[in-house]
């Protein structure tokens, strides 16, 4: 096996994956120059070793010797000595951080001999007999696996025996006296004593960091954060540096921008005589950072500097923990650090701006997601509100409405117009109607994978889940929070799924302005800061994107909309609703007809009707493409249910009431009926099944082409065949359409620029796309449906009622209706974009599945050299930059 | 271009392509030296030239024109003579044979002068006008589209002049005016006099050969019998023969043994001073070829010494025309014969017996198609009947009941136990419950992919269809036959779905003997030469054979059937029976339960109960290995249908009736109930989302296996779990069930031989195999449903809505679900078994959906080098045959 110990000195940021995040970035600063505790880092390969094997890997320990003798030697001191002990630390740290899942044991090297050393050297026997106390607590729960509240109990019998409250007002005695209580804990739990020897006490805690890895809660945060499972974590061992030595001593985190808004000036909490941990945990009130300059200036000149050039190397914002120990500054962590959406985009503008990076690098520190979360309604950040709880961010937006706690109730008072709020402890499939008819659904119980997460981003609902300091009581129709304040059955509230807020009453609602720039209500000079950021990197992405972006929109007011959002074309426009509302009934009369005639009177209504539909749609797209698919559901949608229906005839028959009508219907209805709608008689199987159908609407198209084209304008209309698996079936319809299109030519004497092509969203469609091409100008995979065949899932069924278990097990990381499933789907799509070129070089390939408008997958169309993708018109924005961003992203590989 | 004519000299019997089937044989025989009138062919590429440009391809007919003078220098005679002419015949002759499909134009170069050499040189003057009367009755019809009615018409007036009824009363001179006025007949119709010039005539009649490629007949015909459709025909163009020059001549038909029965010895009709037209038009009773030695012992001596000649050459039965014109003889067509199913069997062994052919040539003269109508029952030949019609064999079997003529009456007279036959004019998918209530559908119109055909053949229901002189009146309840019996519903019919015959009353049924011979009741030396036949050739196929073949069977019983069938082990047990029955109300309670222990309670109620029915399986299947899959419907599959339940709560609810108990079961099927139950909750889903089913399941057949090896049998339980689609499933439920063994192995104290594996029938399970092969043992490719998933066709609602019509277009030569799709199922075949073995190269991999007993879906999984087709009990002799002729039909690639 290759080197399992690296020394600070020896590694560099580049090594996330051997040394982890904290490792590699320690490493960095120690080259740097940076002041940082010397120490070493086990690697990832060893805990991974050790994860496989049950064991630690041989030669290990002995490796982490030599590291450790060298360290001692650089140190000057030794762990364990009686005289001037070394004292070390011992932490976690994966490639992706995960804050707090992992453990950490401090003051490894204290026994009964150093504590006399430390007590001496610091001339603090009070710090020194804490400093033993902490390392026994601490070994004692994470690495001889001792009942936490054994350690606690003791301490506080300590306390009341003393008469005191704090831990503060223990002094070295008590403390001495607590160790050995301690010591006896943890032998009475285990049958050993503490082990005096500091390597064992070494050995010890890596091994308990390496197990920490597969905790019950590591393993959640996982799932729930998308981290492989494989990974591993490295060891840091790292010299101690006390922040907890007086008054000129301290411990502070920092970062060199504002992470929540991107302003420049450093940023961060300095609290004086404490350890990191004070700090994070909140218990003292902590000081502006700028205070520090006051304190120690010396100390704060040297931290803004070393910010400085952190910043400078890692050309980004970075955030630090440091600590002083009597006047000496030690760095104990820096990292590129995490930041709002709203600072990424600043951020990295700025960073442009100041020469630190190209606009090629900015691009890469924004993303879709954080774009789509700008662009959602937010609450007013100005406004009233009053925290009620948080929960987890399921599905973002900001919502508003009366609780309810049953989906019955959700459903009533929707239809009476009143919006609600769905609260349950955890849904289940019974509430789909109850979650379809609310604005947003609260719960709390589960994480981002349960039922109503996964529902709820499927429908696009506002939610936030798992707010567990909630008592949610269903059958008294209402819920209590942390505090005892009870929110009845209509009280209004508002929830935040961007933040996981929940807040009582209504809280005012803004529109996002980067949403009023995009629909040209705002312009970049009034949008502040903000708004130029995203122009820029807008226009960045813009410039480098090969793809198109298009837009789904099935009539003129979505597409104009749509256009002013960037669209470049629609990409599908649905025309199921153009035999809805009033044509419902030529619809039925369709269905009804027994005769060719028949059918034709009905087609002969409805073409002027929809020749003004794509007239409108035109002129609203006027010089771009817009591709129209022919009719696609099945003609039972257009009728009423068939078991609605049949219980209806049957309580007539049954009651005596008339029912000719409806039972004429029902007749037909059953017919119509399929046991799985989806798999059965629509798309193209329609227009073969139902001659003159699709031709019809594609003369609808052609006639309203030809009109724009004879007013001047420019109509260039696409028409698209749906669900078509076999060329023959594309053939067919393909003689009929352009008939049809040879007829209105003449008609009209105009010049008309029509292409014919079709969905590839069977599989069998992306399997003999070689062949298909051979007939289509254009391929446009539907990815909703290409995921439903290939997976044989049914979306409407199989996301309600067992995604959320599939996530939970881990057989599905993300739902593959919202990241493009590349193994499967994925690789239907490339064998049919593959394929369908070697016939026909100039394809022009598509996708306009909901997959269109997702970062991940928009990188994954990229890759696959698509010519377009075509999402909703909201997520134009995201698929421009995102498409842009892949371009970039290609480049730097 | 190339060679567009070819002599007969210079072809060969291998140039069907090219020559099509009648010129390729007229070749080989002149080749042969055997006695055939000469000619010349045009090639089918002139054919497809014409057809393609609308043209006769340039340089055809001055190629014509060379070869005519060497025939005519040949014959000594020329076209148009006014001495001795030639005449010539000119026919169709395509690759396939499609009788009576295409035209045929006799007696070219017949005009007002060379009528009259004929004349003097046959001393027949009435021989010669009436062949000339012939020539333009035909050529007015077929070139010149002259309406026939108008020379029917003309021979009437004629013969009416006359007072004579027959043609042959008509007189030389008779004939000499019916010329006259047929040739007025043709410049009536068609403003030009009838071509004099030869020449032109043969011009006429070749590019009129060339457009009956495209006649509606043809087309029709070629779509029922799936012969490509641009194949195109050859031309022949041959001396005349006449065997109507009196009782020295003469016409006939022979086969080289019995095409009914096999049995050797020559067979086949003659016809004294006739031509051919006139033996198979059966216009005049023809005699026995026997009787021919008597009248022409020398021309007999000949043809039967051809007969042998041409047996011996093309080493089958031959079916040949000949014709005698004075005492000489010609041959006029040879071919293989067609033959029936038995006869096919007889023949193949009898050459092997006489040395002509191997047994692996034998095994390639037969097929799995034959053999399965050998086992249909049939109607005792020996029994009385009474033939009413015959129409097209549609779905093979025989049929007896009472004939009703709708669908409503078919389902309650099947109810009441009433066996009966579904007469329609056709059907529709209105008549679904009617025809699978039917014992067999008999329609007067359609053909072999009619809605009625393609139905029936996919429920196996026994059809005929297009019985075309029948005159059904579905309102009168009663169908006429041409000869004016009338049949009412209730009348008890026979159908034959293998002959397309229909009889009046009960034909007596019988059981085939081969079926008797499979079964083991009944011996090779009692089956008589037939089962000896079969015999042999299966013998041969398996001792070919690589692939193994099993049976999907459910229970001991047909296990058992399977295995005397030869079935090597079990490839699929459906466990779906296990819950039915009396454990129904055990499978309501699992639905119905609330929490893990109530669940627990129902599967240790099942788990004995399921152990039972696998203790049977394994004991009927000692040895051989049984594959079990775990439970794969939707559970509301066990529950009353959901409309009918919401329907009789409803009109309980509206009359005041308790229904206290449905309305508790509607909530749980309402809850169930999904949109498209094929892609929802099923399969390893229903294995993960309710924890303790499968391995409940698991358990009992490992408890079964265990006792069966306790008691001394050998059990090979092979486990498999159904549409899995991500290797994360199948690992999850592997877990489960490897810990059952675990347990039933401590528990038995028995070596278990046990293998996990998984249905391939999703896209993504094919698509990702290399990675699901990573947890199975085994793949079985569940081709049912990967054809409805690649496909997005629902079985149930396409095949009875929109197949016919897809069949109908060309759009689907077949139905995928009877013969596999190669280019979209076979290429998810082909990954998924590639890919899988190169992760494990040992990965057994087998089929299971219907395909697998399907001879053309065999084959190909013989090319695939599958391990092994399962299929329904019935067809396991079938796969057998089939798995052994494609292993000798690649050796002789």
Sequence with gaps: MAQLVHDFETGSMDQKDLLGGKGANLAEMTRLGIPVPPGFTITTDACRA??????????????????????????????????????VSV????????????????????????????????????FAWDSYRRLLQMYGKTVLDVDGEAFEDALDEAKAAKGVTADVDLDADDLRALVARFKAVIEEATGAPFPQDPR???????????????????????RREQIPTDLGTAVNVQAMAFGNRG????????FTRDPATGETGVYGDYLQDAQGEDVVSGIRNTLHLADLERIDKASYDQLVDIMARLEAHYRDMCDIEFTIERGHLWMLQTRVGKRTAEAAFRIAVDLVDEGAITEEEALMRVTGDQLAQLMFPHFDPEGARTLLAKGMSASPGAAVGAAVFDSDTAVRLAEEGTPVILVRRETNPDDLHGMVAAAGILTSRGGKTSHAAVVARGMGRTCVCGAETLEVDTKAGQFTTHD????????????????GEVFAGEVAVYASPVVRYFEGTMSVEDGGPLVAAVDRLMSAADKHRRMQVRANADNAEDAARARRFGAEGIGLCRTEHMFLGERRELVEHLILAESDADRQRVFDELLPLQRADFVELFEAMDGLPVTVRLLDPPLHEFLPDFTELSVKVAVAEATGQPHDTESLLLLAVRRLHEENPMLGLRGVRLGIAIPGLFEMQSRAILEAAAIVTERGGHAHPEIMVPLVGSVEELRNIRIEIDEAAHEVRTEHSVHLDHHIGTMIELPRAALTAGEIAGAADFFSFGTNDLTQTTWGFSRDDVESSFFSRYMEAGILGSSPFENIDRAGVGRLVRIGTDEGRKTKPDLKVGVCGEHGGDPESVHFFEERKLDYVSCSPFRVPVARLEAGRAVVKGLAR
Tied chains: 1, 2.
């Design 50 to 87: 050790y994860l496989e094997s049950g064991t630690v890997p041989p030669g290990l320990f002995e490796e982490v010797g030599e590291h450790l003798e060298r360290l001692e030697a650089r140190m000057g001191r030794t762990l364990g000595d009686g005289a001037d002990p070394l004292l």
């Design 91 to 126: 932490r976690s740290g994966a490639k992706f951080s995960m804050p707090g899942m992992m453990e950490t044991v401090l003051n490894i090297g204290l026994n009964d001999t150093s504590v006399e050393g430390l007590s001496a050297q610091t001339d603090n026997p009070r």
């Design 200 to 222: 064992e006490q070494l050995r010890g805690a890596v091994v308990a960091v390496f197990d920490s890895w597969n905790s019950p809660r590591a393993i959640l945060y996982r």
């Design 247 to 254: 008054s000129d001593s301290g411990s502070g985190v920092a």
């Design 484 to 499: 005892g304040t009870v929110v009845r059955q209509g009280d209004t509230i508002s929830i935040d799924g961007t933040t």
